[in-house]
């Protein structure tokens, strides 16, 4: 099995740790960015962009990274606009993907000159009312219902709330043209943690099989598919990565057959990509507190779920290095929890791990994506430190931790002595 592996060594740790307390976060900078240009080289075939899921991440300094080689923003909300804004990620390098969305959104995202990809055909009157004209460049987002099986953490396509029927897409898509717009998109995401690639290249052929259908019989141009994100990351240690170069390949095979060989004009070939794109490059660092020998063994780390619910939320692993114990011989098994008043506040359940002693330093793996982001405040536990390995092997915080005064910000002390 391979060996999951750490970028930094527990001599940085206990650096770092000397200014900046667990539990937090590490991002190691120059895999995000390595892996991002292996993604476009795989699309290279194509005039291809990937926009990146601001939600598996909300970090600017992450944002920025990822600019600097050529990825746009794929927002869903408007702080995430908002972010895109500041890293000065704007116009149509920011996809809005949203639903059941607000009129303020829209409207941000208009003035923003965002491509707005359109969730449900009665956003467009919608849209017109709160807004203005429709935008120059419309997406929709279509959800192929019984004409593909979903996965598992997105489930099946009629159950999911997301997107236009066939049927409406003729219909959006007329809607526009009647209006003047000449410019359109379209869009689809039905998996999320997918690993196995043949399954994007489905889902390419479906958009370009859509494409050549309506751009037949609405006499439209289609400038771009989306194929959304959902390309999962290898959690345990047996997991195969998605292979991007079959990926790339299997779609380029799809686009020559059913695009080009319609005679249709040239497609770009846009993704948004969230979990693979900083998920396994993110680590939690936490700390062992507490061995309690009780019906089992329960490691007590310095980290809760409200850092990382994923294994609380969906039962999911995240492998799990004992710093500078990896090679150990010596094991026991643990269920490690962290200290919320919920009995599945728990890292690992039933987990071998080489035999903590107090004070060892814990790395929690893949938590890159839908880690720190999901991050709450139950029980009044802070939001960690986020922090960025740079290639020159510094450390650079790129998110302080909450402290008490960001937690009771919005309660006001002194009102209480009039109440
Ligand atoms: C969450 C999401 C993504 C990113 O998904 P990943 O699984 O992180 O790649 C992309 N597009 C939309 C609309 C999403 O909701």
Redesign the pocket.
Known sequence: MPEKKVPFSIEQIKEITKIYPTPFYIYDEKAITDNLKALQEAFAWAEFKEFF?V??TPNPFLMKLMQRVGIGA?C?SLPELLLAEKVGIVGENIMF?SNDTPASEYRKASKLGAIINFDDISHLPFYEEHVGRLPELVCFRYNPGRAKEGNLIIGHPEEAKYGFTRKQLFEGYRYCQERGVKRFGIHT?VA??ELDYTYFIETAEILFTLVKEISKELKLNFEFVNL????GIPYRPEDEAVDLVKTGAGIREKYEEIILGAGLPPLKIYL?????VTGPYGYLVTKALHLKKTYKNYLGVDATMANLMRPALYGAYHHISVLGKEQNSNKETYDVTGSLCENNDKFAINRELPTVAMGDFLVIHDAG?HGHAMGFNYNGKLRSAELLLRPDGSFKLIRRAENMADLFATLDFAELENF
Request: hydrophobic share 30%.
């Open positions: 899921a939600k598996a794929d869903s993907t995401m999320s943690n959304g994100g959902g390309i948004e990509c969230g979990r693979m994506a």
